[in-house]
T-cell receptor
Framework: DVKVTQSSRYLVKRTGEKVFLECVQD?????MFWYRQDPGLGLRLIYF???????EKGDIPEGYSVSREKKERFSLILESASTNQTSMYLC????????????????FGDGTRLSIL | GDSVTQMEGPVTLSEEAFLTINCTYT??????LFWYVQYPGEGLQLLLK?????DKGSNKGFEATYRKETTSFHLEKGSVQVSDSAVYFC?????????????FGAGTRLAVHP
C-alpha cells in the first residue's frame, strides 16, 4: 500500500514565524501535491510538483512556497505565517499521468492541522 | 473554469437507510470523475471513479454513474452503516495549463445513527 506520511498531525505557531510542513511518500511517485482544507470550501490546491526540483502554482499559492529536493519528499513553507493560514493541510502523491492516463488516483496523508496564533 | 458542486450537508440518516449525495460538474471535454471519502482524523481515500460517460463506479456498496447528459455523478448506497459516517468529496480531473489536477467539491458530511 502507498504510504504518505506528514510529519505532524497538529502544529501551533505564531504570526510571522516561518513554518515548514513535511511530506514523504514511499511509492516512488512522480507527482506530489499540497492542499488546504477549509469547511465549506473543500480542498484547494496550493502547489504541486511533477518532478524533483520542479514546482507549479496551484489555485491559492500566495503566502506559500514549496521545495522538492528529493523525489520522495515535498515540503510546504509558510514564509511568514498569518492567522488566515490556520487550516488543515493535506499532502498527496500519485504516479505519473499525462492526458492519456487520467485515472491515476491521488493518495493522501492524514493531514496536519495548523493553528497560527 | 472547471468546477464541482455538491449538496450541502450534513446529511443525517438512520442505519440501513438509502443514501444519495448529489454531485454536478462543469467542465470542458470528458473529465474523469471521482468520489473520495475522509473518515474522522484521516486523510482522503479514493472510494470510486468513472472515466467515461455511462461508466458506473462501485466500491464497498457505494455506486455512482457518470451522466454526461446531466453532468452529474451522484453517490448512492442502498443501506448505510454507522461506519459510513464520514465526509464525502466529489472531484473531477481537470487538464489545464498542461497539467492534470483534481478539482474538489466542498464536501458533504454524512452522519449515520444506530
Amino acid at each position: 500500500d502507498v504510504k504518505v506520511t506528514q510529519s505532524s498531525r497538529y502544529l501551533v505557531k505564531r504570526t510571522g514565524e516561518k513554518v515548514f510542513l513535511e511530506c514523504v511518500q514511499d511509492m516512488d511517485h512522480e507527482n506530489m501535491f499540497w492542499y488546504r482544507q477549509d469547511p465549506g470550501l473543500g480542498l484547494r490546491l496550493i502547489y504541486f510538483s511533477y518532478d524533483v526540483k520542479m514546482k507549479e502554482k496551484g489555485d491559492i499559492p500566495e503566502g506559500y512556497s514549496v521545495s522538492r529536493e528529493k523525489k520522495e519528499r515535498f515540503s510546504l513553507i509558510l514564509e511568514s505565517a498569518s492567522t488566515n493560514q490556520t487550516s488543515m493541510y493535506l499532502c498527496a502523491s500519485s504516479a505519473a499521468g499525462g492526458e492519456t492516463r487520467s485515472n491515476q488516483p491521488q493518495h493522501f496523508g492524514d493531514g496536519t492541522r495548523l493553528s497560527i496564533l | 473554469g472547471d468546477s464541482v458542486t455538491q449538496m450541502e450537508g450534513p446529511v443525517t440518516l438512520s442505519e440501513e437507510a438509502f443514501l444519495t449525495i448529489n454531485c454536478t460538474y462543469t467542465a470542458t471535454g470528458y473529465p474523469s470523475l471521482f468520489w473520495y471519502v475522509q473518515y474522522p482524523g484521516e486523510g482522503l481515500q479514493l472510494l470510486l471513479k468513472a472515466t467515461k460517460a455511462d461508466d458506473k463506479g462501485s466500491n464497498k456498496g457505494f455506486e455512482a454513474t457518470y451522466r454526461k447528459e446531466t453532468t452529474s455523478f451522484h453517490l448512492e448506497k442502498g443501506s448505510v452503516q454507522v461506519s459510513d459516517s464520514a465526509v464525502y468529496f466529489c472531484a473531477l480531473r481537470s487538464f489545464s495549463g498542461g497539467y492534470n489536477k483534481l478539482i474538489f467539491g466542498a464536501g458533504t458530511r454524512l452522519a449515520v445513527h444506530p
